[in-house]
T-cell receptor, first 114, second 118 residues
Framework: SQQGEEDPQALSIQEGENATMNCSYKTSINNLQWYRQNSGRGLVHLILIRSNEREKHSGRLRVTLDTSKKSSSLLITASRAADTASYFCATGMPGGTSYGKLTFGQGTILTVHP | GAVVSQHPSRVICKSGTSVKIECRSLDFQATTMFWYRQFPKKSLMLMATSNEGSKATYEQGVEKDKFLINHASLTLSTLTVTSAHPEDSSFYIC??????????????FGPGTRLTVL
């Protein structure tokens, strides 16, 4: 079942602004990952944060994880028109029958206007 | 590295026919592959987990006889949509997980296959 919920569902900003997307989940996780998907294309892995980590950076991306609140956020700084895409969070489960699986959130559609 | 391909990228078929979609890991061996389905502007829904040399594990609500999965080698998994109907039209995405990747939920995604059933 899909346990991730993301907000906002859609975000429209101007180039140069920062974009923040949030993801909430319900069960214990092994890690949380963020993916990007351009329209009609496959997924591109952006960043993975483990359950014992609180913050991670990669270029213009900053991800935070709060396991007490079961939530994560993705911040894209100094956005560009090329960042326009759908962004998904995905949670990796610790084990058992969900071993190796990812459960995806509903996604945020980001539009960056030039 | 870690490239996953899918073939075909697009397929249009008539209702009642069967369609096979291939997923290949090009530069690594994948003991596990996953098949997802995605509706327009929606999230990815896991359909099944495909393990090399054994039967696939299907998620609740996914018809095993409708969506046949075969993982014949460490680099190839196939999804066959049998007796396709218009409601099967969707975007199908596969992912592959290297042996070391299961503990970290590491998956590499293919580019997807757009299936349209007329």
């Amino acid at each position: 079942s899909q346990q991730g919920e993301e907000d906002p569902q859609a975000l429209s900003i101007q180039e140069g602004e920062n974009a923040t997307m949030n993801c909430s989940y319900k069960t214990s996780i092994n890690n949380l990952q963020w993916y990007r998907q351009n329209s009609g294309r496959g997924l591109v892995h952006l960043i993975l944060i483990r359950s014992n980590e609180r913050e991670k950076h990669s270029g213009r991306l900053r991800v935070t994880l709060d396991t007490s609140k079961k939530s994560s956020s993705l911040l894209i700084t100094a956005s560009r028109a090329a960042d326009t895409a759908s962004y998904f969070c995905a949670t990796g489960m610790p084990g058992g029958t969900s071993y190796g699986k990812l459960t995806f959130g509903q996604g945020t559609i980001l539009t960056v206007h030039p | 590295g870690a490239v996953v391909s899918q073939h075909p990228s697009r397929v249009i078929c008539k209702s009642g026919t069967s369609v096979k979609i291939e997923c290949r890991s090009l530069d690594f061996q994948a003991t596990t592959m996953f098949w997802y389905r995605q509706f327009p502007k929606k999230s990815l829904m896991l359909m099944a987990t495909s393990n090399e040399g054994s039967k696939a594990t299907y998620e609740q609500g996914v018809e095993k006889d409708k969506f046949l999965i075969n993982h014949a080698s460490l680099t190839l998994s196939t999804l066959t949509v049998t007796s396709a109907h218009p409601e099967d039209s969707s975007f199908y995405i596969c992912s592959a997980s290297p042996p070391r990747g299961r503990t970290s939920n590491e998956q590499f995604f293919g580019p997807g296959t757009r299936l349209t059933v007329l």
